[in-house]
Protein backbone atom coordinates (compact mmCIF):
# COMPACT_ATOMS: atom_id res chain seq x y z
CA UNK A 1 0.00 0.00 0.00
CA UNK A 2 1.66 3.10 -1.27
CA UNK A 3 -0.78 5.38 1.21
CA UNK A 4 -2.04 7.34 -2.30
CA UNK A 5 -5.74 6.66 -2.60
CA UNK A 6 -8.14 6.94 -5.78
CA UNK A 7 -11.53 6.83 -6.22
CA UNK A 8 -13.65 5.09 -7.62
CA UNK A 9 -11.66 1.86 -8.64
CA UNK A 10 -13.82 1.62 -11.86
CA UNK A 11 -16.20 4.31 -13.53
CA UNK A 12 -18.36 3.33 -17.04
CA UNK A 13 -19.72 6.05 -18.43
CA UNK A 14 -20.98 7.21 -22.31
CA UNK A 15 -19.38 9.28 -24.89
CA UNK A 16 -20.36 13.07 -24.09
CA UNK A 17 -20.45 12.74 -20.68
CA UNK A 18 -17.85 14.19 -18.12
CA UNK A 19 -16.34 12.69 -14.87
CA UNK A 20 -14.68 13.48 -11.83
CA UNK A 21 -11.63 11.31 -10.59
CA UNK A 22 -10.10 11.99 -6.76
CA UNK A 23 -6.67 11.49 -5.50
CA UNK A 24 -5.67 11.91 -1.56
CA UNK A 25 -2.07 12.22 -1.54
CA UNK A 26 0.25 10.33 0.92
CA UNK A 27 0.25 12.43 4.48
CA UNK A 28 2.92 15.29 3.90
CA UNK A 29 3.53 14.82 0.40
CA UNK A 30 2.75 18.32 -1.23
CA UNK A 31 2.85 17.38 -4.73
CA UNK A 32 0.52 15.25 -7.04
CA UNK A 33 0.77 14.23 -10.45
CA UNK A 34 -1.92 12.56 -12.95
CA UNK A 35 -0.44 9.71 -15.78
CA UNK A 36 -2.98 7.90 -17.76
CA UNK A 37 -2.17 4.67 -19.28
CA UNK A 38 -3.89 3.57 -22.48
CA UNK A 39 -3.12 0.66 -24.84
CA UNK A 40 -2.24 3.12 -27.18
CA UNK A 41 -0.15 5.91 -25.79
CA UNK A 42 1.30 3.87 -23.22
CA UNK A 43 1.89 5.64 -19.60
CA UNK A 44 1.91 9.44 -20.20
CA UNK A 45 2.29 12.41 -17.81
CA UNK A 46 -0.44 14.72 -17.55
CA UNK A 47 -0.33 17.20 -14.80
CA UNK A 48 1.93 18.49 -11.93
CA UNK A 49 0.33 20.14 -9.04
CA UNK A 50 2.31 21.68 -5.89
CA UNK A 51 0.74 22.70 -3.01
CA UNK A 52 -2.46 24.45 -4.78
CA UNK A 53 -0.31 25.55 -7.77
CA UNK A 54 -0.11 24.17 -11.16
CA UNK A 55 3.56 23.33 -11.77
CA UNK A 56 3.46 21.53 -15.30
CA UNK A 57 1.61 20.39 -17.48
CA UNK A 58 2.18 17.24 -20.27
CA UNK A 59 0.05 16.17 -22.99
CA UNK A 60 -3.02 16.77 -21.24
CA UNK A 61 -6.43 17.70 -23.67
CA UNK A 62 -8.03 20.74 -23.08
CA UNK A 63 -11.39 18.76 -22.12
CA UNK A 64 -9.08 17.76 -19.16
CA UNK A 65 -8.55 20.04 -16.29
CA UNK A 66 -7.25 19.44 -12.56
CA UNK A 67 -7.04 21.15 -9.56
CA UNK A 68 -5.48 20.81 -5.94
CA UNK A 69 -7.22 21.83 -2.86
CA UNK A 70 -6.22 23.12 0.10
CA UNK A 71 -6.44 19.90 2.26
CA UNK A 72 -3.83 18.87 -0.94
CA UNK A 73 -6.88 16.13 -2.44
CA UNK A 74 -6.78 16.79 -6.28
CA UNK A 75 -8.98 15.64 -8.88
CA UNK A 76 -9.39 15.35 -12.73
CA UNK A 77 -12.09 16.14 -14.13
CA UNK A 78 -12.56 14.85 -17.71
CA UNK A 79 -15.35 16.12 -20.07
CA UNK A 80 -17.59 15.57 -23.58
CA UNK A 81 -15.75 11.93 -22.90
CA UNK A 82 -14.52 9.98 -26.43
CA UNK A 83 -14.16 6.15 -27.01
CA UNK A 84 -10.56 6.69 -26.72
CA UNK A 85 -10.44 8.36 -23.08
CA UNK A 86 -11.28 4.84 -22.46
CA UNK A 87 -8.01 4.40 -19.93
CA UNK A 88 -6.25 3.79 -16.22
CA UNK A 89 -5.80 7.01 -14.75
CA UNK A 90 -3.08 7.16 -11.88
CA UNK A 91 -2.67 9.89 -9.20
CA UNK A 92 1.40 9.71 -7.84
CA UNK A 93 2.28 12.06 -4.89
CA UNK A 94 5.75 12.80 -3.33
CA UNK A 95 6.94 14.94 -0.63
CA UNK A 96 10.03 16.91 -2.68
CA UNK A 97 10.71 17.45 -6.37
CA UNK A 98 13.86 17.79 -7.83
CA UNK A 99 16.33 15.06 -9.04
CA UNK A 100 15.60 12.67 -5.28
CA UNK A 101 11.77 12.80 -6.46
CA UNK A 102 10.33 9.74 -5.72
CA UNK A 103 6.79 9.54 -6.68
CA UNK A 104 4.68 6.94 -4.75
CA UNK A 105 1.38 5.78 -6.97
CA UNK A 106 -2.41 4.93 -6.14
CA UNK A 107 -3.78 2.24 -7.61
CA UNK A 108 -5.42 3.66 -10.09
CA UNK A 109 -9.16 4.82 -11.45
CA UNK A 110 -10.41 2.24 -14.49
CA UNK A 111 -12.88 4.42 -17.04
CA UNK A 112 -14.32 3.27 -19.56
CA UNK A 113 -16.37 5.48 -22.05
CA UNK A 114 -19.21 3.69 -23.96
CA UNK B 1 13.21 15.36 -25.84
CA UNK B 2 13.89 12.75 -23.46
CA UNK B 3 13.10 9.27 -24.01
CA UNK B 4 13.16 5.81 -23.03
CA UNK B 5 13.25 2.36 -24.55
CA UNK B 6 12.41 -0.60 -23.33
CA UNK B 7 13.02 -4.47 -24.80
CA UNK B 8 9.90 -5.50 -25.99
CA UNK B 9 8.11 -8.63 -24.11
CA UNK B 10 6.52 -10.77 -22.74
CA UNK B 11 9.27 -12.22 -21.49
CA UNK B 12 8.90 -15.77 -20.26
CA UNK B 13 10.88 -17.69 -18.19
CA UNK B 14 11.55 -20.83 -15.84
CA UNK B 15 11.31 -20.39 -12.54
CA UNK B 16 15.17 -19.52 -10.70
CA UNK B 17 16.40 -18.55 -14.50
CA UNK B 18 18.52 -14.95 -15.24
CA UNK B 19 16.34 -12.23 -16.22
CA UNK B 20 17.45 -9.29 -17.70
CA UNK B 21 15.56 -6.72 -19.17
CA UNK B 22 17.14 -3.57 -21.58
CA UNK B 23 16.23 -0.13 -20.74
CA UNK B 24 18.30 2.90 -22.75
CA UNK B 25 17.13 6.53 -22.43
CA UNK B 26 17.66 9.56 -24.47
CA UNK B 27 18.31 13.13 -22.51
CA UNK B 28 19.87 15.81 -22.00
CA UNK B 29 22.39 15.86 -18.70
CA UNK B 30 21.88 12.97 -16.86
CA UNK B 31 18.78 12.12 -15.35
CA UNK B 32 17.40 10.17 -11.91
CA UNK B 33 16.05 6.61 -13.52
CA UNK B 34 14.06 4.27 -12.31
CA UNK B 35 12.18 0.54 -12.37
CA UNK B 36 8.70 0.48 -11.69
CA UNK B 37 6.65 -2.77 -11.24
CA UNK B 38 3.06 -3.02 -11.81
CA UNK B 39 1.65 -6.80 -10.84
CA UNK B 40 -1.80 -7.93 -12.11
CA UNK B 41 -4.72 -5.63 -11.51
CA UNK B 42 -2.65 -3.37 -9.10
CA UNK B 43 -0.82 0.34 -9.66
CA UNK B 44 2.74 1.05 -9.77
CA UNK B 45 5.26 0.15 -7.77
CA UNK B 46 8.57 1.69 -7.42
CA UNK B 47 11.10 -1.08 -7.36
CA UNK B 48 14.39 0.53 -7.58
CA UNK B 49 16.09 3.69 -8.49
CA UNK B 50 19.17 5.53 -9.25
CA UNK B 51 20.27 9.10 -9.06
CA UNK B 52 23.74 9.38 -10.96
CA UNK B 53 26.26 8.19 -12.87
CA UNK B 54 27.17 4.22 -11.93
CA UNK B 55 24.93 4.62 -9.25
CA UNK B 56 23.29 1.00 -8.71
CA UNK B 57 19.68 0.78 -7.37
CA UNK B 58 18.71 -3.21 -5.68
CA UNK B 59 15.36 -4.14 -4.12
CA UNK B 60 14.18 -7.67 -3.59
CA UNK B 61 17.00 -9.39 -5.86
CA UNK B 62 16.46 -6.64 -8.82
CA UNK B 63 19.62 -4.64 -9.87
CA UNK B 64 20.50 -2.14 -11.71
CA UNK B 65 23.43 0.19 -12.77
CA UNK B 66 23.34 3.34 -14.68
CA UNK B 67 25.41 3.45 -17.51
CA UNK B 68 26.23 7.06 -18.88
CA UNK B 69 28.86 5.72 -21.36
CA UNK B 70 25.77 3.62 -22.90
CA UNK B 71 22.83 5.60 -21.59
CA UNK B 72 21.59 2.20 -20.27
CA UNK B 73 19.94 0.94 -17.21
CA UNK B 74 19.49 -2.56 -17.65
CA UNK B 75 17.23 -4.55 -14.96
CA UNK B 76 18.84 -7.94 -13.73
CA UNK B 77 17.94 -10.61 -10.95
CA UNK B 78 19.86 -13.79 -10.68
CA UNK B 79 17.07 -16.58 -9.99
CA UNK B 80 13.37 -15.14 -11.06
CA UNK B 81 10.22 -16.57 -8.78
CA UNK B 82 6.58 -16.50 -10.30
CA UNK B 83 5.58 -14.45 -7.94
CA UNK B 84 7.54 -11.89 -9.92
CA UNK B 85 5.38 -12.03 -12.77
CA UNK B 86 4.43 -8.59 -13.58
CA UNK B 87 4.90 -5.59 -16.04
CA UNK B 88 8.17 -3.83 -15.81
CA UNK B 89 8.51 0.07 -16.92
CA UNK B 90 11.61 2.01 -16.61
CA UNK B 91 11.40 5.45 -16.89
CA UNK B 92 13.43 8.49 -16.53
CA UNK B 93 12.78 12.38 -14.48
CA UNK B 94 12.33 14.68 -16.73
CA UNK B 95 12.06 18.65 -16.87
CA UNK B 96 9.44 19.76 -14.69
CA UNK B 97 9.38 16.53 -12.48
CA UNK B 98 7.56 14.45 -14.78
CA UNK B 99 8.35 10.49 -15.22
CA UNK B 100 9.04 9.92 -18.93
CA UNK B 101 8.60 5.38 -19.11
CA UNK B 102 9.19 3.26 -21.75
CA UNK B 103 6.08 1.11 -22.92
CA UNK B 104 6.74 -1.48 -20.58
CA UNK B 105 8.09 -5.34 -20.72
CA UNK B 106 5.45 -8.23 -19.49
CA UNK B 107 6.99 -11.23 -17.81
CA UNK B 108 6.07 -14.30 -17.22
CA UNK B 109 7.78 -17.19 -14.70
CA UNK B 110 6.48 -20.22 -15.12
CA UNK B 111 6.95 -23.10 -12.56
Known amino acids: DSGVTQTPKHLITATGQRVTLRCSPR?????VYWYQQSLDQGLQFLIH???????AKGNILERFSAQQFPDLHSELNLSSLELGDSALYFC?????????????FGPGTRLTVL | GNSVTQMEGPVTLSEEAFLTINCTYT??????LFWYVQYPGEGLQLLLK?????DKGSNKGFEATYRKETTSFHLEKGSVQVSDSAVYFC??????????FGAGTRLAVHP
Open chain 2, 27 to 32: ATGYPS
Open chain 2, 91 to 100: ALLGGYNKLI
Open chain 2, 50 to 54: ATKAD
Open chain 1, 49 to 55: YYNGEER
Open chain 1, 27 to 31: SGDLS
Open chain 1, 92 to 104: ASSVVTGQYNEQF
